[in-house]
Each structure stands twice: as C-alpha cells, then as structure tokens.
T-cell receptor, first 108, second 116 residues
C-alpha cells in the first residue's frame, strides 16, 4: 500500500535556488519522515517530524507538517549539485509507508 | 547508531531458482522487521511485516507463497524469493524497528536482485 503523494513528481532547478517538495497523506500518523535516495543506492534518512510538531529544521532543510491538512513540505535552501536525488516522504503509524517521491535535479 | 545489514548486496540468479536475502540488526534486537521492494524509478512498496516467532503479515497483492519470510530471531529475518522470474528483478530493502526511546526504524542498504 502507498499512502503519501509527492508533488511535484520531478523538479529541475538551478544550483543555488531553493527546492520545495510537498507530500500529502490520508490517515493519522505518529510522525512523518523524509528520505533521500541517490540513483541505485540505499535510503538516507533526512529528518523526522512528529505529529505534534509543526516545523523542524536541519541544516539547509526545513520541514513543515500540517496534520489538519494531512500535508508536509520539504524545503532545501541554497541547493547544490549534490542534492540531485529522489526524495520520499514516509508516514509512520505502525509501519512506514512511502510516497511516490520527487526526482530533484540541480542544474549547474 | 543502530545498523541494519543485508546480505547479499546484489545477486544474479536464473529463472526458476530460489534466492534468499538476509536482514540483520547489528546493534539492537528488533521488535519488528519489514520488507520493501523497489522497481526502477519507483518508490518503495511495503511487502510484509514480521515479528519474531510469528507469521509475517503480507500487504495486499503480495504472494506469500512466493515471498517467504522467516523471522527466526530478534536480529535476523530472511526473505526467500521462490521460483524467481525476471519480473521479480528489483531492489529489496529490509527495515528493523527497535524500541529504544520510543520506537525507531532503520533501513538496510538493500539487495539488488536480477533474474535472468
């Protein structure tokens, strides 16, 4: 089963610009997580935001969570070429379910 | 932090053979283990959830007789793809949930299966 839906499915921006990815989900959650995956590689855990939190920061990452709208956003500021990857939101109730992901491409 | 390992990291097998993938939690005893499958350019799809000593719970559409899961101990779960076919070629990722401060879940590095 798949719960999260990311928007956009693909995003290309110039290096240095900010990238915003959105995620919507359907049911109640304990927390929501964002992961990065480089092509053909494993998952890298980026950030976890609990259901009672509204915003969280980690370095160049900013995550928001709106449980009333069942949505989250991931903002990457001052993007770099190394940020090129697929990004997935994942909702955690009693098991982690991934969204479809956003493929981010940073143009030099 | 907790580490989850998978073995092998990649495997090529012939159509009709069976392949076993191991998932181990190295630092902690896992209360629950999960198996995911990921096709190229797609997201991770949860296949099944298993608790030590009990039968796995499979997600809708996943054939339990084809994907055999054994969770023999709190640190080891295995996924056996039986009578593999080329359409089973995929990236298989396991995950283990630990109870440390609350519940935390960690992912293995994945196993790439290619069936020829």
């Amino acid at each position: 089963s798949q719960q999260g839906e990311e928007d956009p499915q693909a995003l290309s921006i110039q290096e240095g610009e900010n990238a915003t990815m959105n995620c919507s989900y359907k049911t109640s959650i304990n927390n929501l997580q964002w992961y990065r995956q480089n092509s053909g590689r494993g998952l890298v855990h980026l950030i976890l935001i609990r259901s009672n939190e509204r915003e969280k920061h980690s370095g160049r990452l900013r995550v928001t969570l709106d449980t009333s709208k069942k949505s989250s956003s991931l903002l990457i500021t001052a993007s770099r070429a190394a940020d090129t990857a697929s990004y997935f939101c994942a909702t955690d109730a009693d098991k982690i379910i991934f969204g479809k992901g956003t493929r981010l491409h940073i143009l030099p | 932090g907790a580490v989850v390992s998978q073995h092998p990291s990649w495997v090529i097998c012939k159509s009709g053979t069976s392949v076993k993938i191991e998932c181990r939690s190295l630092d902690f005893q896992a209360t629950t283990m999960f198996w995911y499958r990921q096709f190229p350019k797609q997201s991770l799809m949860l296949m099944a959830t298993s608790n030590e000593g009990s039968k796995a719970t499979y997600e809708q559409g996943v054939e339990k007789d084809k994907f055999l899961i054994n969770h023999a101990s709190l640190t080891l779960s295995t996924l056996t793809v039986t009578s593999a076919h080329p359409e089973d070629s995929s990236f298989y990722i396991c995950s283990a949930r630990f109870r440390i401060q609350g519940y935390e879940q960690y992912f293995g590095p994945g196993t790439r299966l290619t069936v020829t």
